[in-house]
């Protein structure tokens, strides 16, 4: 359960922003969707490489 802490006269704009936050952070919905169907750990590993791999060719061209 999140608890967001809001203060005597703030806005309630600044405690939704302060709830969706810290939310997105949780990763509940990436975890949701991502157990919507099942990926065979081949899949999964195969995927974080070709991620890796693209991140460290954009960290060599911003050198």
């Known amino acids: 359960m999140l608890i967001v802490p809001v203060k005597e006269g703030e806005n309630i704009e600044r405690a939704l922003k302060k709830f969706k936050k810290k939310f997105d952070r949780t990763g509940v919905i990436k975890e949701l969707r991502s157990r919507q169907q099942f990926t065979k750990p081949s899949v999964v590993r195969r995927q974080q490489k070709l991620k890796a791999i693209y991140a ?8």
């Open 56 to 63: 460290n060719q954009m960290r060599q061209e911003m050198e």
